[in-house]
């Protein structure tokens, strides 16, 4: 198994930066792609971006340009460098792995985008 432990939400005013990180453990070596999901109360959880072991990175049109994705060299953490940002980026992030035979979701984080 997997275990994520997601850190970097909080509170930032629209036009500012947020960074967020995830530390996978456990199976590292089954982990095949890491990404990042948000969701608000009464929406479904939504893609933001994702980054799998050959470095292919895949971003919702909402965020492309001021969201990037990147990762270390072993696939075990997984950064999301959150520029200019805006009030509808406002959601909980979860961090999600893909493994080889399954996947796992961090615990999340909240990020809030004042006006």
């Known amino acids: 198994q997997v275990q994520l432990v997601e850190s970097g939400g909080g509170l930032v005013q629209a036009g500012g930066s947020l960074r967020l990180s995830c530390v996978a453990s456990g199976k590292t070596l089954s982990i095949m792609a890491m990404g990042w999901y948000r969701q608000v109360p009464g929406k479904e959880r939504e893609l933001v971006a994702i980054?799998?072991?050959?470095?292919?990175?895949d971003y919702t049109d909402s965020v492309k340009g001021r969201f990037t994705i990147s990762r270390d060299s072993a696939l075990t953490t997984v950064w999301l460098q959150m520029n200019t940002l805006k009030p509808e980026d406002t959601a909980v992030y979860f961090c999600?792995?893909?493994?080889?035979?399954?996947?796992?979701w961090g615990q999340g984080t909240q990020v809030t985008v004042s006006s």
């Open positions: 999600h792995v893909r493994t080889l035979v399954g996947t796992a």
């Open positions: 980054i799998n072991r050959g470095s292919t990175t």
